[in-house]
């Protein structure tokens, strides 16, 4: 606080812990600063007495520096101590602490802070290439993620064919104590747990290095490794120890294993240990009985009959993939992973049918496939609804009608509601069937039945206008696989095939020939048919899309049963005379090229000795007193070489001087 002394004119100053805003206070003489109450007025200019106004009214920093005391005596004479004036500049404004402040016409204005330069907008053509970038990229991902899963289920077969050596099997029965041989009348995990505790007892898992190195020796090498030194630093190795164990005990064993992918990475954040003394197992055990499938994890000793989530571990788990004794592959990632469907399954980068579709090729025992997948619904079920609208999308027993495509429906349209989660009716994803256009219905072998309309109708748009203003949107009828039948093939008649309105024959599955027909596949059969005066129409096996555009793909023409023999016949007849026709063509092409070689030949020989050792002079005129003359007449091309030659009256032939 300051204050102003009236009797000598200077300002009083209070201790206010800023010797630096002192000291400027006590260098004013007489004239007093004026401080209004909610204004201040800055002026520029040199005062008469010199007096230099205070830049701001907040205290400055504090300093570490020691500060003199100043006492308030007012009568005493005070002198300050002398200093350099300080640099004369303009001064700034600053907004005091609950008080507003007016700048005058002499203060600088204060300048807007800059804005940020906006984004430049794309043309159309830096639009398109940004996209295929990007797909280019997805595309690029998606492959090397198939190329990676594939590698883990190959290894996994390896390993699961590892647990059934036998060798194995009987090193480890012969280490087990005769008392766990037996099963005992307790259920399953009553026998599972002392055979796990034993063998966990008997074998050591150790700590893998911090940097592994990739190693070349065998699967088989490191499990016999194991049951010689009864330790191993790899934990898939540790895990088949017991799977084989537990096969020759009479278990149906199944090898399980967590496959990471790079694509995981965004999830990696959403699960974390639930508990202490846990570790994040890649591989573990499953042990089915007749009416449950318990889970063994060998790497912490955790035995339940119930899925045990791998959201008590740190690394999340996109494809968690089971391997049977008969080396049938099951997915069992909804299993084990609680938010499955909301989270994991929406960062695998492959395609959905890609992955079933691999996966069904490899299984060869449907029964087992059947149960698990029965298994794996029944597991979501007794979940209950996700926890939030995202997670129907994907769920395999539940499902939202604000997520059907644009080609599915609900199938009964009243179907029955199974609740209702904020605002939206829950259906069964069995009633979410998949809808279809005619051309697809009839490339699967199948037709309409009798009396059926459109189960729902959409908007198609036309890519290409066959007349300018016409609409470039048209109805599409959708139809479902309950409104149709296997294709029943029409009758041919009196030697004419039936055939739709193009004037083909559609014959995209083999049951849709016509009945009394054949399918002869030879080329150039239609013109030849055409010639025999028989009906033989094109036969439709496809379509190809070039530049966006349906071409149908024709193989082959279909003619009655009558008329197959006949055209046949006449094929291989006129393929022999075309073979025939071209032999002799080329044999008459070869005689004509020798034929004009020898000729050539010949007159060179004629003509060189003809003029042999008759001189010429540089002006074309002979020894013997002829001048060689070259009409523009007699300019050919040479048959042989193919240039420019002219020739004189006495059948002297030279090349063009100009075509040289």
Same mark, same amino acid.
């Given at each position: 606080?300051?204050?102003?002394?009236?009797?000598?004119?200077?300002?009083?100053?209070?201790?206010?812990g800023? =010797?630096? *805003?002192?000291?400027?206070?006590?260098?004013?003489?007489?004239?007093?600063?004026?401080?209004?109450?909610?204004e201040?007025?800055?002026?520029?200019?040199?005062?008469?007495?010199?007096?230099?106004?205070?830049?701001?009214?907040?205290?400055?920093?504090?300093?570490?520096?020691r500060?003199?005391?100043?006492?308030d005596?007012?009568d005493? %004479?005070f002198?300050?101590? #002398?200093?350099?004036?300080?640099?004369?500049?303009?001064?700034?404004?600053?907004?005091a602490?609950?008080k507003?402040?007016? !700048?005058?016409?002499?203060?600088?204005?204060i300048?807007?802070?800059?804005?940020?330069?906006?984004?430049?907008?794309?043309?159309?053509?830096?639009?398109?290439?940004?996209?295929?970038?990007?797909?280019?990229?997805?595309d !690029?991902?998606?492959?090397?993620?198939?190329?990676?899963?594939?590698?883990?289920?190959?290894?996994?077969?390896?390993?699961?064919?590892?647990?059934?050596?036998? +060798?194995?099997q009987?090193?480890? +029965?012969?280490?087990?104590?005769?008392?766990?041989?037996?099963?005992?009348?307790?259920?399953?995990?009553?026998?599972?747990?002392?055979?796990?505790?034993?063998? !966990?007892?008997?074998?050591?898992?150790?700590?893998?290095?911090?940097?592994?190195?990739?190693?070349?020796?065998?699967?088989?090498?490191?499990?016999?490794?194991?049951?010689?030194?009864?330790?191993?630093?790899?934990? $898939?190795?540790?895990?088949?120890?017991?799977?084989?164990?537990?096969?020759?005990?009479?278990?149906?064993? !199944?090898?399980?294993?967590?496959?990471?992918?790079?694509?995981?990475?965004?999830?990696?954040?959403?699960?974390?240990?639930?508990?202490?003394?846990y570790?994040?197992?890649?591989?573990?055990?499953?042990?089915?009985?007749?009416?449950?499938i318990?889970?063994?994890?060998?790497?912490?000793?955790?035995?339940?009959?119930?899925?045990?989530?791998?959201?008590?571990?740190?690394?999340?788990?996109?494809?968690?993939?089971?391997?049977?004794?008969?080396?049938?592959?099951? %997915?069992?990632?909804?299993?084990?992973?609680?938010?499955?469907?909301?989270?994991?399954?929406?960062?695998?980068?492959?395609?959905?049918?890609?992955?079933?579709?691999?996966?069904?090729?490899?299984?060869?025992?449907?029964?087992?496939?059947?149960?698990?997948?029965?298994?794996?619904?029944?597991?979501?079920?007794? /979940?209950?609804?996700?926890?939030?609208?995202?997670?129907?999308?994907?769920?395999?027993?539940?499902?939202l009608?604000?997520?059907?495509?644009?080609?599915?429906a609900?199938y009964?349209?009243?179907?029955?509601?199974?609740?209702?989660?904020?605002?939206?009716?829950? $259906?069964?994803?069995?009633?979410?069937?998949? +809808?279809?256009?005619?051309?697809?219905?009839?490339?699967?072998?199948?037709?309409?039945?009798?009396?059926?309309?459109?189960?729902?109708?959409?908007?198609?748009?036309?890519?290409?206008?066959?007349?300018?203003?016409?609409?470039?949107?048209? %109805? +599409?009828?959708?139809?479902?696989?309950?409104?149709?039948?296997? $294709?029943?093939?029409p009758?041919?008649?009196?030697?004419?095939? #039936?055939?739709?309105?193009?004037?083909?024959?559609?014959?995209?599955?083999p049951?849709?020939?016509?009945?009394?027909?054949?399918?002869?596949?030879?080329?150039?059969?239609?013109?030849l048919?055409?010639?025999?005066?028989?009906?033989? #129409?094109?036969?439709?096996?496809?379509?190809?899309?070039?530049?966006?555009?349906?071409?149908?793909?024709? =193989?082959?023409?279909?003619?009655?049963?009558?008329?197959a023999?006949i055209?046949?016949n006449?094929?291989?007849?006129?393929?022999a005379?075309?073979?025939?026709?071209?032999?002799?063509? /080329?044999?008459?092409?070869?005689?004509?090229?020798?034929?004009?070689?020898?000729?050539?030949?010949?007159?060179?020989?004629?003509?060189?000795?003809?003029?042999?050792?008759?001189?010429?002079?540089?002006?074309?005129?002979?020894?013997?007193?002829?001048?060689?003359?070259?009409?523009?007449?007699?300019?050919?091309?040479?048959?042989?070489?193919?240039?420019?030659?002219?020739?004189?009256?006495?059948?002297?032939? *030279?090349?063009?001087?100009d075509?040289?």
């Open positions: 606080s300051s204050g102003i002394n009236a009797e000598y004119g200077a300002p009083v100053v209070t201790d206010t800023d =010797s630096n *805003v002192m000291q400027m206070l006590m260098a004013c003489e007489t004239t007093p600063a004026t401080i209004q109450s909610n201040m007025e800055v002026d520029g200019s040199e005062s008469e007495d010199d007096c230099e106004q205070v830049e701001s009214e907040k205290p400055m920093k504090r300093t570490r520096r500060k003199r005391k100043l006492t005596n007012s005493s %004479d002198q300050p101590s #002398p200093r350099k004036e300080p640099k004369k500049s303009t001064p700034k404004l600053t907004k602490k609950g507003s402040k007016k !700048r005058t016409a002499s203060s600088e204005e300048k807007p802070a800059p804005k940020k330069p906006k984004k430049e907008e794309l043309t159309e053509e830096q639009k398109e290439i940004r996209r295929f970038t990007n797909r280019c990229v997805k !690029r991902d998606s492959c090397l993620e198939q190329c990676i899963l594939v590698s883990h289920v190959a290894s996994l077969i390896h390993i699961t064919r590892c647990c059934k050596n036998q +060798l194995f009987g090193i480890l +029965l012969s280490k087990l104590p005769s008392k766990l041989h037996k099963q005992k009348k307790g259920g399953l995990q009553e026998f599972i747990t002392p055979v796990l505790d034993w063998y !966990r007892d008997t074998f050591r898992l150790l700590k893998p290095p911090k940097e592994r190195k990739p190693s070349t020796t065998k699967c088989s090498q490191k499990v016999m490794t194991l049951l010689m030194s009864s330790e191993t630093s790899d934990e $898939y190795v540790y895990v088949i120890g017991l799977c084989a164990l537990l096969q020759v005990l009479g278990l149906e064993t !199944r090898f399980v294993g967590s496959l990471y992918v790079p694509s995981l990475e965004k999830v990696a954040k959403a699960s974390k240990p639930s508990g202490k003394g570790t994040n197992p890649q591989h573990w055990l499953e042990v089915k009985d007749i009416d449950m318990l889970a063994v994890d060998v790497v912490n000793g955790y035995l339940t009959e119930d899925a045990f989530l791998v959201t008590k571990y740190t690394k999340p788990q996109g494809y968690i993939v089971s391997i049977t004794s008969d080396l049938a592959i099951l %997915d069992s990632t909804p299993k084990y992973v609680e938010k499955w469907a909301e989270v994991h399954r929406k960062a695998r980068m492959l395609n959905f049918e890609f992955w079933d579709s691999f996966m069904a090729g490899q299984s060869t025992n449907w029964l087992t496939v059947r149960e698990h997948d029965k298994l794996m619904k029944k597991i979501m079920v007794d /979940r209950g609804f996700p926890t939030s609208v995202g997670g129907f999308k994907h769920n395999l027993v539940f499902a009608e604000k997520d059907n495509l644009k080609v599915e609900i009964p349209k009243d179907a029955p509601v199974l609740g209702t989660f904020k605002g939206h009716n829950v $259906y069964s994803r069995a009633n979410i069937r998949s +809808l279809k256009q005619i051309i697809v219905i009839k490339k699967e072998g199948r037709a309409l039945k009798d009396g059926e309309v459109p189960y729902k109708i959409v908007k198609q748009k036309i890519l290409f206008d066959r007349w300018p203003g016409d609409d470039r949107w048209k %109805d +599409l009828p959708l139809y479902g696989d309950w409104q149709t039948e296997w $294709y029943k093939a009758i041919a008649l009196n030697g004419i095939v #039936p055939r739709n309105e193009f004037g083909n024959v559609e014959l995209f599955k049951w849709m020939l016509p009945v009394n027909t054949e399918h002869v596949d030879l080329p150039g059969t239609y013109a048919a055409r010639r025999l005066n028989i009906d033989a #129409p094109h036969a439709v096996t496809g379509f190809e899309f070039p530049r966006c555009r349906a071409v149908p793909v024709m =193989s082959g023409v279909v003619v009655c049963k009558e008329n023999e055209l046949r006449a094929w291989v007849e006129y393929n005379n075309q073979i025939k026709k071209a032999e002799e063509k /080329r044999l008459k092409k070869i005689y004509d090229n020798w034929k004009h070689l020898i000729k050539s030949l010949l007159i060179k020989e004629k003509i060189s000795a003809k003029y042999e050792g008759m001189g010429q002079s540089a002006s074309g005129v002979t020894s013997r007193g002829h001048v060689h003359k070259f009409p523009a007449k007699s300019r050919r091309r040479d048959k042989v070489t193919g240039d420019m030659v002219q020739k004189c009256s006495c059948g002297l032939v *030279v090349p063009v001087e075509e040289l």
